[in-house]
C-alpha cells in the first residue's frame, strides 16, 4: 500500500503524521486495516492519520446504539447522510467535512491498557484545545471531551493484537445540524458543540492538525513509558 504524501503541517521529526483530506468512511476503514496489517508485521512504525469524512453516521459496538438514529432513511437520502456500522468502541456519531478525525495507529503492546489509552487520547485534545483557547476537560464515567455539558470531541478505538486503531473526532467548523438526527454517543443530558460556534470564529483546520500532532507524539513516550502504572485489560480482536 503506498501512503498518501508528507503535508506541511507535519511536526518536525514527525513524518508518521499523514493526511488523507476527505474521505469517504469505508474507504479510510479499509486503509487503516491495511496500516494495522503493516503495523503488526513490523513494517512500519506508529501513524497519526487525519482525514474529514463524506457526511456518515457510524455505529460502534455499544449495545442498544442502532436506536439512538432518530432520521428516517428518506430523510438521510435527502441529507446524503450513510450509515455505516463498525468495529470501534462507542454508540453512534456523526462525521462530516469542517470535524477532524484522528486514526492513531499505535503499538500497545508495550503497554497493554485501553483505558489508560483512552485518558491520552482525551489529553491530547485537552491539551490542544487549550492551545487554541478553549479549556476542555473530562466527564466523570463518559468517554469524550466536553466543555461543561457540550461535547466537542468524541473518542472511540478497536484494537487488534494490541495494535490500536480508530480514534478521534474533533468538532471544528462542521455543520452541527446533523446531531439533531440522533442521540449523540447516547447520551440524553448533553448538546453537542464546536470550536467554531464555542470561539465564534473558523479555524485553520492545517493549524489545529498540526497543534493535534504536536501534542500527540509529545506524549506518545509518557503513555508508553507508564506501562506498569496501570492495569491490563482485554483487547478486542
Known sequence: MSSPPATDF???????????????????????????????AGECGDKLIF????????????????QHLLWTEAELQRR???????????????????????????NLAAHPDLHAYLRFLEQVLINSLGCMGLAAGRRAG???????????????????????????????NNDLTPFSGIVPCGITDCTVTSMKQE????????????????????????????????SAVTPQA
Open 142 to 172: 463518559k468517554t469524550g471531551i466536553w466543555l461543561a455539558n457540550r461535547k466537542i470531541a468524541a473518542i472511540g478505538v478497536a484494537v487488534r493484537r494490541w495494535i490500536a486503531y480508530h480514534g478521534f473526532a474533533l468538532n471544528v
Open 80 to 106: 446524503g447522510i450513510a450509515v455505516i456500522r463498525t468495529n470501534r468502541g462507542g454508540d453512534i456519531t456523526y462525521h462530516g467535512p469542517g470535524q477532524i478525525v484522528g486514526y492513531p495507529i499505535v
Open 10 to 40: 507535519i511536526p518536525p521529526g514527525h513524518s508518521d503524521t499523514l493526511d488523507w483530506d476527505r474521505t469517504d468512511y469505508l474507504t479510510a476503514w479499509k486503509r487503516q486495516t491495511e496500516f494495522v496489517a503493516r503495523r503488526l
Open 199 to 230: 470561539l465564534g470564529r473558523e479555524f485553520d483546520l492545517t493549524e489545529v492538525k498540526r497543534v493535534l500532532a504536536t501534542e500527540f507524539w509529545t506524549l506518545l513516550p509518557q503513555l508508553l513509558a507508564n506501562r506498569d502504572q496501570h
Open 51 to 66: 482525514t474529514e469524512h463524506d457526511p456518515v453516521y457510524t455505529l460502534g459496538l455499544r449495545p442498544g446504539a442502532p
